[in-house]
């Protein structure tokens, strides 16, 4: 009866079912199977919880493809606390992809998120990637055990033997790697990492190392890969935040990260914590296919934006945040560092994608002392303005700290330097180095500039001012 339904039909009615219905439905009958498979595998989030024992898999699912990961402790009462919804083990995943190599076609989404922590207890914001530990035993015959190592030889690496040796202890990073290697259709990469106090980093690079096709010619060259994305959960409420002194845990840049920015069929990047600042892209990015890039959180300089939007002649979407650290602290004392944004370096940056750019956030914070400290200056934040915008001809929404556009006591107004089209405008006054006198003339001008403008195009103003209670009442 199903085979004879149209297939509009058909995927409507099991479009709101999870991949439990989904996998008991393909076990009813071998109709049914073929009917369900696709959208089985068409999705694949692994989202382990740091409570469960990964040396335990129930008997009964030790052949089965669609093996469940369950809490231990709650074996007769159904899930626990855990999963919303159980997933299948990577390791037993990997195992049938490497059985039935044409279900690796079928995938076209890949969520990797960190595990769930535990509330209440911050000590057990445990490292993930490369500590916890899949035994192989549990899962792969020997066979399977052949073809997962034979996997390894695709690979272009300085060292192999980490590689296997890796695998035969079952680490997840290893496992994670080698299944996303086959994964040829892929289409949107998610991974998603919550913080730790300490440990090796979470992401491994291994992950990424299989993203590039520059250096493994034999693996796929992930033609289908639009979406990629690489968040840190550091503000969750149960772990311990990671300072930002302290994000190189994260990431050797050039090993880790930059591979990413290699992929040049990819429309979306999007990472948290970043810090190129401290290290350069060691080779030119060839991304000239993307359309939306997104870094947050991290410490963008203008060198690196410069270099990596040379490379960007699509992008339509920016948003990234750049973080001044003001202090450091030196036997007891706080002592200032000096390391301002060069908002010159950062215009001409811009100006490369002047022509496409519709969306454009620029987030600006510091790190390490009170931003309102007398001792600093606004030399100490900001070098340099922006320019002139008027040649960002597509330009819609533009959210930017207004210290990087005009400086109190020039002729230069904010007409005269924004675009005329803009629809909604955020213009920041945080991190204000401008005090007093000087802190009201901004003011006084941004009002000015809205005052006639709010009109034009149906003008929308986002204002932010760590200062103004209410800051749209305050300006208007």
């Not at 790190?367 to 100490?380: F, H, I, V």
Request: charged share 25%.
């Amino acid at each position: 009866m199903a085979s004879k339904l149209p297939a509009e039909i058909w995927l409507g009615i099991v479009d709101g079912f999870d991949q439990n219905d989904l996998a008991a439905i393909s076990l009813v009958s071998q109709t049914l199977h073929i009917l369900v498979e696709p959208l089985l595998f068409s999705k694949y989030c692994w989202i382990p919880d740091i409570k469960y024992d990964f040396n335990w898999i129930p008997k009964r699912f030790r052949s089965d493809d669609f093996s469940l990961t369950e809490p231990p402790e709650d074996r007769r009462g159904g899930l626990g606390q855990g999963l919303e919804q159980p997933q299948p083990r990577v390791h037993l995943f990997l195992r049938s992809v490497l059985n039935r190599p044409y279900l690796a076609s079928l995938v076209k989404s890949l969520q990797f998120m960190a595990p769930l922590t535990p509330s209440g207890d911050a000590d057990e914001c445990l490292p993930f990637w490369g500590s916890k530990t899949l035994p192989p035993q549990s899962g792969f015959s020997q066979v399977e055990m052949a073809a997962a190592l034979s996997l390894v030889e695709d690979l272009k690496l300085v060292s192999r033997q980490e590689w296997r040796s890796g695998f035969r202890q079952g680490r997840c990073d290893v496992v994670l790697a080698l299944l996303l290697s086959r994964l040829s259709e892929i289409e949107s990469l998610e991974i998603r990492l919550r913080s730790f106090s300490e440990g090796p980093p979470m992401i491994g690079h291994m992950i990424y190392h299989v993203l590039s096709p520059k250096d493994n010619p034999r693996l796929p060259s992930f033609r289908a890969l639009k979406s990629v994305s690489a968040s840190v959960d550091h503000f969750d409420e149960d772990c311990a935040s990671f300072p930002p002194d302290q994000m190189s845990y994260l990431y050797d840049f050039n090993r880790d990260v930059a591979p990413l920015f290699q992929l040049p069929y990819v429309e979306k990047l999007s990472l948290d914590w970043v810090e190129p600042i401290t290290m350069p892209l060691r080779n030119q990015p060839v991304c000239s296919a993307l359309t939306t890039l997104l870094l947050r959180e991290g410490n963008i300089s203008a060198e690196f934006l410069q270099k990596l939007l040379r490379s960007t002649p699509k992008l339509k979407t920016l948003e990234f945040d750049v973080l001044s650290r003001m202090y450091e602290t030196r036997d007891g004392q706080d002592l200032i560092v000096s390391r301002p944004l060069s908002a010159k370096t950062l215009g001409s940056a811009l100006n490369q994608v002047c022509s496409t750019l519709e969306r454009l956030v620029v987030g600006f914070s510091t790190y390490g002392g009170n931003d309102s400290d007398d001792r600093l200056q606004e030399n100490d934040f900001i070098a340099g303005k922006v320019g002139r915008m008027k040649q960002f001809g597509k330009l819609r929404h533009l959210e930017m700290p207004i210290h990087l556009l005009i400086r109190p006591g020039l002729s230069h107004r904010l007409e005269d330097v924004l675009p005329d089209q803009l629809k909604v405008i955020g213009l920041d006054l945080f991190p204000d180095p401008y005090r007093g006198e000087t802190h009201d003339r901004v003011h006084k001008e941004l009002k000015r500039y809205l005052s006639g403008h709010l009109h034009i195009n149906n003008l929308r103003h986002e204002f932010h001012c760590s200062r103004c209670p209410e800051p749209e009442n305050h300006i208007l």
